[in-house]
Protein backbone atom coordinates (compact mmCIF):
# COMPACT_ATOMS: atom_id res chain seq x y z
CA UNK A 1 0.00 0.00 0.00
CA UNK A 2 1.37 3.92 -0.92
CA UNK A 3 1.94 6.05 2.16
CA UNK A 4 -1.31 7.82 3.57
CA UNK A 5 -2.15 11.50 2.94
CA UNK A 6 -2.15 12.74 6.73
CA UNK A 7 -2.28 15.77 8.28
CA UNK A 8 -0.89 16.36 11.85
CA UNK A 9 -3.47 18.70 12.89
CA UNK A 10 -6.16 16.38 12.41
CA UNK A 11 -7.39 14.81 15.54
CA UNK A 12 -8.56 11.67 13.63
CA UNK A 13 -5.06 11.60 12.14
CA UNK A 14 -3.65 11.44 15.62
CA UNK A 15 -6.07 8.70 16.48
CA UNK A 16 -4.80 6.83 14.21
CA UNK A 17 -0.93 7.13 14.59
CA UNK A 18 -2.21 6.26 18.38
CA UNK A 19 -1.00 9.71 19.67
CA UNK A 20 -4.37 9.86 20.81
CA UNK A 21 -6.47 7.35 22.75
CA UNK A 22 -9.28 6.02 21.41
CA UNK A 23 -11.63 3.07 21.88
CA UNK A 24 -10.53 1.03 18.84
CA UNK A 25 -13.59 -2.04 17.59
CA UNK A 26 -11.72 -2.86 14.67
CA UNK A 27 -8.70 -1.89 12.73
CA UNK A 28 -7.72 -2.76 9.16
CA UNK A 29 -5.08 -1.84 6.75
CA UNK A 30 -6.91 0.99 5.45
CA UNK A 31 -9.45 1.78 8.31
CA UNK A 32 -9.92 2.12 11.80
CA UNK A 33 -13.55 2.10 13.99
CA UNK A 34 -13.63 3.42 16.66
CA UNK A 35 -16.68 4.77 19.30
CA UNK A 36 -17.49 8.00 19.17
CA UNK A 37 -16.23 10.48 22.35
CA UNK A 38 -19.75 12.19 22.43
CA UNK A 39 -22.09 9.04 21.40
CA UNK A 40 -25.66 9.85 20.52
CA UNK A 41 -26.39 6.05 21.72
CA UNK A 42 -24.46 3.18 23.35
CA UNK A 43 -22.07 1.89 20.84
CA UNK A 44 -22.19 4.73 19.15
CA UNK A 45 -19.20 4.07 16.11
CA UNK A 46 -17.34 6.19 13.46
CA UNK A 47 -15.30 4.00 10.66
CA UNK A 48 -12.41 6.16 9.63
CA UNK A 49 -9.95 5.53 6.31
CA UNK A 50 -6.23 5.60 7.40
CA UNK A 51 -5.69 8.34 5.11
CA UNK A 52 -6.74 11.92 5.64
CA UNK A 53 -9.31 12.54 2.97
CA UNK A 54 -11.59 15.35 4.03
CA UNK A 55 -15.11 13.77 1.95
CA UNK A 56 -16.16 11.07 0.43
CA UNK A 57 -15.60 12.30 -2.80
CA UNK A 58 -12.03 12.32 -1.76
CA UNK A 59 -11.53 8.64 -1.16
CA UNK A 60 -9.66 6.73 -3.76
CA UNK A 61 -11.01 3.59 -4.64
CA UNK A 62 -9.50 0.70 -2.51
CA UNK A 63 -10.00 2.94 0.36
CA UNK A 64 -13.69 3.69 -0.43
CA UNK A 65 -14.62 -0.22 -0.55
CA UNK A 66 -12.78 -0.64 2.91
CA UNK A 67 -15.04 1.66 4.65
CA UNK A 68 -17.99 0.31 3.15
CA UNK A 69 -17.12 -2.85 3.92
CA UNK A 70 -15.84 -2.04 7.48
CA UNK A 71 -19.34 -0.50 7.85
CA UNK A 72 -21.20 -3.87 6.84
CA UNK A 73 -19.44 -6.03 9.01
CA UNK A 74 -19.25 -3.57 12.18
CA UNK A 75 -23.20 -2.74 11.67
CA UNK A 76 -24.32 -6.42 12.88
CA UNK A 77 -22.22 -7.15 15.80
CA UNK A 78 -22.65 -3.13 17.38
CA UNK A 79 -26.36 -4.26 17.17
CA UNK A 80 -25.95 -7.34 19.16
CA UNK A 81 -23.65 -5.85 21.39
CA UNK A 82 -26.34 -3.02 22.37
CA UNK A 83 -29.36 -4.85 21.90
CA UNK A 84 -30.02 -2.26 19.42
CA UNK A 85 -33.18 -2.90 17.25
CA UNK A 86 -31.28 -0.84 14.17
CA UNK A 87 -29.00 1.65 13.25
CA UNK A 88 -28.62 4.97 11.65
CA UNK A 89 -25.49 4.43 9.04
CA UNK A 90 -24.33 7.54 7.56
CA UNK A 91 -21.84 10.32 7.07
CA UNK A 92 -21.65 14.14 7.44
CA UNK A 93 -20.03 15.02 4.15
CA UNK A 94 -18.65 19.05 4.20
CA UNK A 95 -19.52 21.53 6.54
CA UNK A 96 -22.99 22.17 4.71
CA UNK A 97 -23.76 19.01 5.96
CA UNK A 98 -22.37 19.66 9.18
CA UNK A 99 -19.42 17.54 9.34
CA UNK A 100 -17.08 19.17 12.29
CA UNK A 101 -14.27 17.02 12.16
CA UNK A 102 -12.77 17.10 8.07
CA UNK A 103 -11.30 13.79 8.00
CA UNK A 104 -14.29 11.03 6.21
CA UNK A 105 -15.50 9.35 8.71
CA UNK A 106 -18.52 7.38 8.91
CA UNK A 107 -21.17 7.00 11.50
CA UNK A 108 -23.04 3.53 12.68
CA UNK A 109 -25.88 4.94 15.32
CA UNK A 110 -27.48 2.31 17.05
CA UNK A 111 -31.12 2.75 17.07
CA UNK A 112 -33.66 1.41 19.64
CA UNK A 113 -37.67 1.33 19.02
CA UNK A 114 -38.52 3.45 21.36
CA UNK A 115 -35.45 6.03 21.33
CA UNK A 116 -37.57 9.60 20.19
CA UNK A 117 -34.79 9.99 17.17
CA UNK A 118 -36.23 10.04 13.63
CA UNK A 119 -35.15 9.50 9.74
CA UNK A 120 -32.19 10.70 7.81
CA UNK A 121 -34.88 12.47 6.10
CA UNK A 122 -35.24 14.76 9.18
CA UNK A 123 -32.19 15.97 8.60
CA UNK A 124 -33.76 18.84 6.56
CA UNK A 125 -36.53 20.47 8.54
CA UNK A 126 -38.00 22.12 5.10
CA UNK A 127 -37.87 19.50 2.03
CA UNK A 128 -38.02 21.14 -1.63
CA UNK A 129 -41.05 20.55 -3.30
CA UNK A 130 -39.85 19.99 -7.07
CA UNK A 131 -42.03 19.76 -10.08
CA UNK A 132 -41.86 16.71 -12.70
CA UNK A 133 -40.07 18.63 -14.97
CA UNK A 134 -37.51 20.14 -12.48
CA UNK A 135 -36.80 16.59 -11.44
CA UNK A 136 -35.96 15.93 -14.89
CA UNK A 137 -33.76 18.56 -15.42
CA UNK A 138 -31.37 17.64 -12.46
CA UNK A 139 -31.36 14.41 -12.95
CA UNK A 140 -29.97 15.19 -16.58
CA UNK A 141 -27.89 17.53 -15.06
CA UNK A 142 -26.03 14.72 -12.74
CA UNK A 143 -25.74 12.44 -15.48
CA UNK A 144 -24.35 14.94 -17.32
CA UNK A 145 -21.53 15.46 -13.97
CA UNK A 146 -21.02 12.02 -14.03
CA UNK A 147 -19.78 11.71 -17.36
CA UNK A 148 -17.90 14.64 -17.71
P1 LIG B 1 -19.04 14.94 12.35
O1 LIG B 1 -19.96 16.04 12.84
O2 LIG B 1 -17.76 15.50 11.84
O3 LIG B 1 -19.71 14.00 11.38
O4 LIG B 1 -18.74 14.04 13.61
C1 LIG B 1 -17.56 14.11 14.34
C2 LIG B 1 -17.71 13.12 15.47
O5 LIG B 1 -16.43 12.90 16.03
C3 LIG B 1 -18.62 13.63 16.60
O6 LIG B 1 -19.68 12.70 16.78
C4 LIG B 1 -17.69 13.71 17.79
O7 LIG B 1 -18.31 13.31 18.99
C5 LIG B 1 -16.56 12.77 17.41
N1 LIG B 1 -15.27 13.15 17.97
C6 LIG B 1 -14.70 14.38 17.93
N2 LIG B 1 -13.49 14.34 18.50
C7 LIG B 1 -13.28 13.06 18.90
C8 LIG B 1 -12.19 12.39 19.54
O8 LIG B 1 -11.17 12.98 19.89
N3 LIG B 1 -12.34 11.06 19.77
C9 LIG B 1 -13.46 10.38 19.39
N4 LIG B 1 -13.50 9.06 19.65
N5 LIG B 1 -14.51 10.98 18.78
C10 LIG B 1 -14.41 12.30 18.55
ZN1 LIG C 1 -7.01 13.28 9.20
Redesign the pocket.
Known amino acids: MSEQPHDEDC ?2 CR ?1 VDEE ?1 P ?2 TIHEGPETLA ?7 APG ?1 T ?1 VIPRGHYETIQGVPDGARAAVFDALGRLVGPIERATGADGSTVG ?2 NGAAA ?5 HV ?1 G ?1 IIPRFDDDGGGPIHDVIASPVSLTETELDDIAARIVDAVDA
Do not use: K, S, T, Y
Open positions: IFIIARILDANPLHLFNGQEVPHH
